[in-house]
């Protein structure tokens, strides 16, 4: 009974890119093309496209929170020698709640300048902080006595990933307070987060394997 | 004439972990935004969301019956060397069940508060035994005569596996005669099969490739 | 400006692979839950679901149509050393056709009980009709002085599936005529032949690599 | 700090294949199957189908479109030994805009016969542009100090591809304004453009691996 893991990690790797791929790109359903009767009523196709933007800046704000999350799966994945059974099923956890970001989406989309935004908007950070916890989970399982990692790494570099992954549980609570408080304050600070995150200067910070 | 099998399984492991990726991402398909007019009547957004529950219940179980599904598949698939063309038509029947599994689940959500629970609850049972039985053709048909097998599987694992699957059917026609007398009984029974496969004290007992 | 092919398949495999599983999985979106109305107007779920037949019907025919093309892809492409760019426009043709079935089949789905049912079965056995011509196309232009053919592949290999193909077009003029007679008859016939090429007993006359 | 950029494409290029197979095949949800009621009161199913022409323009045309850049992404990619953050972003944001074509096309469908066709057409064009000019960063990135680039491909290469890409936006920019004039003419040429690369004749001209 003891662990002999399988030993690759390439057709977990494609369903991973197949499930995020898929909830990237329908991500695209949530921006509508605006019926005619809804541009006679807006006074013309372009104000009736302009009052869609809360749909245009999910889209925007989900694409880039899916993309970087997709990089960091990438990358992540460099570091593991292979697979097993619970790691697979804390992977598809992840999966999971990747995939309910689309919904997430059309859901602050709907409500963001409704009274309720704020519940709305704590959905999504609430969401965002269940994937950040669950990154965590999938590197330390991984991790743990080095049981799926590649003989290569080496433990400073699990050790700096996990100690920038715990800034990101307690950046998500702060959104779901803020959320809270202002519905476009927390989703915003959610969407600053992706920014900087996909910004040039700080490519260093993200998750590297070793060379 | 003789059977000279195409010597690779890679494709039609692409192919699979396409559509099983596909399958399992659509799903969220099935979870609504609630209208502003929804929300309304049913006095605020938070009511609102808490009425779709049957959506969420089925997503959340949909989701981990096709994730150790296609687990399932992905172990199964190390165990073949090559696939021939009723392989293939085998695997397509597998995927175009596990394709409706969406549209099941959807049915599920629809119908589980109505009188007519049974009905939906039953479609999703029979479907899970149809898939249980598929598999396990999918195996006999490679394991005949080891004619699609690595040289390396053994027998006894093959054995092992096929004794296990043996208690798959009598489960689903289970759960169907349970859906019959109670829907949630019958839906609960599915989920709890693919929550005792995900669960980390059994990943033993699940197929593994020998090694 | 010699003819100098890119050297590999796998990308254009891959994103084949990728159209075909999004078409064939989406097929399922043609199967609809019955609203909660519609099954108290059929006096049950039972009646409604029943109602729908001709979505389950066409869900099944397609899907095997689609899953017989993807087969003889997947086997087409192992004649295949390389690609250029006119094959790779061939094949985007090929896909695009392919990607039209879920439509062609909702709309046989919907109207085939209605008196205009000839025209959307028409619609269908068209489509159907030009997807095999440009399988033709594929194969000729490929084998066209051996332009695109692994070494290994003989010459014999190309001719015995091109005299294969060479009854696919007339099937399918004949499934137009019949269609326009009869709907039933006509896509009748479009799923007899891709169970035809289902059935095990035949299996040794569908496309083979040369081994 | 030093640049050492992860060592392969192929995860990054399958992600890409991912998204854009996506994008392609979900256009075909832009055609609509005409209802019972549309038909009857257009007098017909046939003229209830050829009322929806621009349905069937947008699909060919954004088909088309779709799989040049797919071409054109994967003929790219050969030039490129890896990736790093900066590019993965710039990929990002190409995808994204990809992603949003199925978007563009409904919406001129929807109102090229409207009198406010212009608006609808002007959007496409500009996400042409967008996309055009975004291919352009993406090599210009990877080239700058050949910082991605295979050792084997040759500057003049690069010089060729940049020389040609030059043309693209500028035809795009003019397509806006045509649009602005007339919303057919500016669509047109976009589908010109589009049918251009795809004629056979042009094949050498678009970017092609050193060999």
């Given at each position: 009974m003891a662990d002999t893991p399988v030993k690759d990690t390439a057709r977990t790797e494609a369903f991973s890119d197949g499930v995020i791929a898929i909830a990237i790109t329908i991500l695209a359903f949530g921006i509508h093309v605006p019926t005619r009767e809804e541009s006679e009523a807006a006074g013309g196709l372009l104000n009736a496209l302009a009052y869609h933007w809360p749909e245009y800046f999910g889209y925007f704000t989900s694409f880039l929170v899916i993309l970087i999350m997709w990089i960091n799966h990438h990358r992540l994945f460099r570091l593991f020698r292979c697979v097993d059974h619970n790691f697979l099923i804390i992977n598809g956890l992840l999966l999971m709640c990747v995939s309910l970001i689309p919904f997430a989406t059309d859901l602050v989309a709907e409500y963001l300048r409704q009274p309720e935004a704020n519940i709305a908007a704590m959905v999504y950070c609430v969401l965002s902080l269940v994937i950040a916890l669950l990154f965590q989970v999938l590197v330390r399982y991984a991790a743990h006595?080095?049981?799926?990692?590649?003989?290569?790494?080496?433990d400073e570099t699990i050790a700096a990933i996990l100690r920038q992954y715990r800034f990101g549980p307690v950046i998500y609570v702060v959104s779901i307070v803020l959320a809270a408080l202002d519905a476009r304050v927390g989703i915003g600070l959610i969407g600053l987060i992706a920014l900087y995150f996909a910004l040039?200067?700080?490519?260093?910070e993200i998750v590297r394997p070793t060379t």
């Open positions: 006595q080095r049981r799926l990692l590649m003989p290569s790494v080496r040039p200067s700080h490519r260093d």
